[in-house]
């Protein structure tokens, strides 16, 4: 009875330092970190392009003066992060199982409207439009253009 009363504040005290991260299912190693910067109302860089199915994290920051999130959807996904306060930034880990074209955008209110969205496209139906870099993302951004 002793040990569990020690497990008890330790695993609240665990489960309290985790940050600001979500995960959908799946346990494989993640393929690579993508960075995306949110603001008023642009994600930058707008679309992406991958190689391969599998664990993908995004990494979130909120640039802009007020609140954001990030959804991606599509294939049989749908993940998205919390609410992400100016200044912050979020993790989101999203198991991409199938190649083809997944919705990136901002879930709040109004903002995919107003032009935070983009495309997340994997496997060998990308590379198309925009500038791409050697890791095959694209820097488009879709915005309002101030």
């Not at 199915?53 to 909120?62: H, L, S």
């Not at 991409?96 to 107003?114: A, N, T």
């Amino acid at each position: 009875m002793r040990g569990v009363l020690i497990l008890v504040p330790l695993t609240l005290l665990l489960s309290a330092c985790g940050g600001s991260s979500t995960s959908s299912g799946g346990g494989g190693q993640v393929l690579r970190t993508l960075q995306i910067s949110e603001r008023e109302y642009s994600l930058t860089p707008g679309n992406f392009t991958v190689s391969k199915p599998g664990a993908y994290e995004f990494k979130v920051t909120n640039d802009g003066r007020t609140t954001h999130a990030l959804e991606v959807e599509g294939n049989g996904v749908e993940e998205k992060t919390g609410d992400i306060e100016p200044g912050a930034s979020a993790t989101l880990r999203v198991e991409l199982s199938k190649d083809g074209s997944y919705e990136i955008y901002c879930p709040i209110d109004g903002h995919r409207q107003q032009g935070m969205e983009g495309t997340l496209t994997v496997g060998a139906g990308g590379g198309s439009g925009g500038t791409t870099t050697t890791e095959q993302e694209t820097t488009t951004s879709k915005g309002s253009g101030y």
